[in-house]
């Protein structure tokens, strides 16, 4: 079985310290999601979902490497995919599409995050980035 490694990041912003949520719809399907990529030759899984960020939103973001969350599934194509999603703080609500691969984005509070995000997988990384985010920011 192939196994593909993505890298990505939960990124999100502080409006008067309450988080605010980046969310990506795909260019190809219904898909609410989280910036994510393949990792590319000579990246490690920071460096890639710091790319796919910038490619994705056009945001140049950091990573908070103290917050990691991996998601596991099978795809439909027989592969299995690693996904690691980090913390991205960003000071901006300035996003400029990869409009081959996202056609749609939106800040959103947790709760208005958590119903849009498409998968039940995505809602429990999200659920653990804002217990980490409340904690770090309380």
Known sequence: MVTEIDGGAIVYRLIEDKPYYLLEKSAT???WGFPKGHIEKGEDLVQAAIREIKE???????IDPNFKYVIEYDMK????KSVTFYSSKVNTDKVML???EISDFAWLGYDDARSKLTFENLKLALDAMHKYI???HS
């Open 56 to 62: 994705e939103t056009g945001i140049d973001a950091s």
């Open 98 to 100: 990869q409009k081959e």
């Open 29 to 31: 399907s219904d898909f």
């Open 77 to 80: 194509n027989g592969h299995h």
């Open 134 to 136: 409340s904690n770090k």
